[in-house]
């Protein structure tokens, strides 16, 4: 199969897929050394044509072609760059774009102070603009306060004369209203003698409606007592009628009584008992009633007293009220007196007050008047002193300029210097990078180094015990009852229990295809080939439980997918003539080509063990992991989806018992 695919340097996709990682190394290795074969006998090839063609062949006249310059030892003249005396050494070169490099870099660093440089001159300039402008405002201000000042002045004039005119305006008024309060203080004293005459006759008519109520008050009361007299005098008469009556009940009682006595004394005498007790009640209720009446008659004695009372008090108290509101008649008049005093005083303090502040005023405006001109003295300096600002300003702008073109010529001088300080950075750095990458590269490859000859010395052990435990099995060719321990401690292999020999190979056949042309190929191929050599049975002879038939990569791993690590299975290819072995790894389903096309089965490489039957592989390999780079050990087989129908099932004939 590896020769095919190395004659035709080509391979199956399906085919590929079924590689594990280490047998695509290995096949990657080997096309590329057909390659390199391939390309040096095509160059011989070449090389000998060419020699042929250059002796056989003729020039022409007027031919077109190319003479290539021949140099002293015959061959084509060739120039390389770097070795003629007039040529740059790659060191010049290298220095030269280096200091280009450090040029470029300064004149970037002085681009972008000088571009630093001119925004502040700029934003100085902006500032003296500023400045001029405000002085030219300023002066306009001046002119403008000074023209303020002159019309102040003389508003100041003309409110001082306003102030005279409304001083004697005030004084006309003042002489005014005096004539006025006097009038009105006459008509103020008639107004209050003609209260006080009402107010006497108010009083004495009061008196007298006061008189006739206690009179009529006490008719009243006469009245009263006269009516409660008759409603005693009745109450008694009717009180006297009953008495009567109930006495004449009770002399029919005492007859009624008398008649039963004899029937039941006990009764009677229960019965006088009663009206005794009710005559006894009766008794003290006329005591009581007659109490309540003496109680009632003192109660209207009583009150008869505190109405005389109550009537001498409001008597008392009507004559206390007249007294004082006479008092209160001469008090407010005392005060109307004192009332119009305070505002002939008030008046004139006002007069007074506005006098005092006319020449307040009049004195404030003259001040006023000194301070403007003062402020407009003030403002004339101000105006002069900004003026030889601004001739300062004009000569500090030449010194500027000058100072200027010095600062052009230093930084054209500091670029100069900045430029060999980068070229001798950027030279140290590229030393120390140099060195950094030697040391990295020699590490790197002394590791390398290492690696190779560790892996070298362990792929030559491990093929010389392979060879060692070939030749055992191939005694036994079987690999039971050895654990991992026992292997990797004594490196031997435990052969089989049966002493048979193992099966002799036949030699494949010459007219057989390098892959299967379909299906049917595959089955007649076992059935030819691999049943006699027992391929996929145990030491029974009947199919191993990891034996499958011909399925797809996909459905191993459907099978495989649910179980845990550790499980495989040994399918049919049918791309190949061999099998495919599928593992469950942690994170997938790993598949290992075996090669069974030869005399042997051993996985896809030169380098592969080879094992007597496929049995035998997989008994080494549950002790021994399928890959150098892993740790994978075929621990647990996975049986068959359905043991009724199982997928290897056409590989077999109708008689042969499975």
């Not at 621990?635 to 989806?641: F, I, M, W």
Request: one cysteine or more; proline letters at 2%; glycine letters at 2%.
């Amino acid at each position: 199969m590896l020769q095919q695919i190395l004659r035709d340097m080509y391979i199956d996709p399906e085919l590929l897929a079924e590689l594990s990682d280490e047998q695509k190394d290995i096949l990657f290795c080997k096309m590329r050394e057909e390659q390199v074969r391939r390309w040096h006998v095509e160059e011989k090839k070449f090389e000998k044509e060419k020699k042929k063609n250059k002796k056989d062949k003729k020039k022409k006249k007027n031919d077109k072609h190319i003479d290539w310059l021949q140099g002293e030892d015959g061959k084509e003249w060739v120039w390389v760059m770097g070795e003629h005396d007039q040529d740059k050494r790659i060191s010049t070169i290298h220095e030269e774009l280096l200091h280009e490099k450090a040029i470029k870099q300064a004149h970037e660093e002085a681009k972008q102070k000088l571009a630093q440089e001119e925004e502040e001159r700029r934003k100085r300039q902006q500032e003296e603009e500023e400045q001029q402008l405000k002085l030219f405002e300023e002066q306009e201000r001046l002119a403008s306060e000074a023209a303020k000042l002159e019309e102040e002045r003389r508003k100041a004039e003309e409110r001082e004369r306003k102030l005279r005119e409304e001083q004697e305006r005030l004084a006309k008024e003042m002489e005014k209203k005096k004539e006025e309060e006097r009038i009105q203080e006459e008509e103020r004293k008639k107004e209050a003698q003609r209260r006080l005459e009402e107010e006497r006759k108010k009083k004495e008519a009061e008196k007298k409606v006061e008189e006739e109520r206690r009179k009529k008050e006490e008719r009243n009361r006469k009245l009263q007592e006269e009516r409660e007299q008759l409603e005693k005098a009745k109450k008694d008469e009717l009180k006297r009628q009953q008495e009567e009556e109930r006495a004449a009940k009770l002399k029919e009682e005492r007859l009624a009584l008398e008649k039963q006595r004899l029937e039941n004394l006990k009764k009677e005498e229960e019965e006088k008992r009663r009206k005794a007790a009710e005559e006894q009640r009766i008794a003290k209720e006329k005591a009581e009633k007659e109490k309540e009446l003496q109680r009632q008659a003192e109660e209207r004695e009583r009150k008869l007293k505190e109405e005389q009372q109550r009537l001498a008090k409001e008597k008392k108290e009507q004559e206390e009220r007249i007294k004082q509101e006479n008092e209160r008649q001469l008090k407010l008049q005392a005060e109307r007196t004192v009332k119009l005093a305070q505002e002939k005083a008030r008046l004139f303090e006002a007069e007074e007050r506005r006098r005092a502040e006319l020449e307040k005023s009049m004195k404030e405006a003259k001040k006023k008047q000194e301070q403007l001109e003062k402020e407009r003295r003030e403002k004339e300096e101000q105006a002069k002193k900004l003026q030889a600002q601004a001739k300062l300003l004009k000569e500090h702008k030449e010194r500027e300029e000058l100072e200027r073109r010095g600062r052009d010529a230093k930084r054209i001088e500091e670029e100069r210097q900045r430029a060999e300080e980068i070229y001798q950075k950027l030279k140290q750095e590229e030393v120390e990078m140099e060195e950094n990458n030697r040391v990295q590269i020699e590490n790197i490859w002394n590791v390398q180094l290492r690696r190779s000859k560790v892996a070298d010395k362990s792929k030559r052990e491990r093929a010389r015990w392979a060879r060692k435990e070939i030749r055992r099995s191939r005694l036994s060719g079987f690999f039971d009852n050895l654990n991992i321990e026992e292997m990797m401690k004594s490196k031997t292999i435990i052969p089989p229990s049966n002493n048979e020999p193992p099966p002799a190979f036949k030699p494949s056949e010459a007219n057989r295809p390098a892959q299967p042309a379909d299906r049917q190929a595959v089955i007649d191929w076992y059935k030819e080939v691999q049943y006699s050599k027992g391929a996929g049975l145990d030491l029974t002879k009947k199919p191993a439980k990891w034996f499958h038939g011909i399925i797809s990569r996909q459905k191993a791993e459907e099978l495989l997918e649910p179980k845990s690590i550790g499980h495989f299975l040994v399918r049919v290819s049918e791309r190949v003539w061999g099998y495919v072995l599928s593992y469950k790894d942690e994170e997938r389903v790993k598949h290992f080509l075996i090669d069974a096309s030869g005399s042997g089965y051993q996985f896809f490489g030169n380098e592969a063990m080879v094992h007597v039957s496929l049995y035998d592989l997989v008994q080494f390999h549950k002790v021994r992991p399928l890959s150098t780079a892993g740790c994978e050990l075929a621990k647990t087989p996975c049986g068959q989806e359905s043991d009724s129908q199982p997928d290897y099932q056409d590989l077999f004939d109708d008689n042969t018992s499975l």
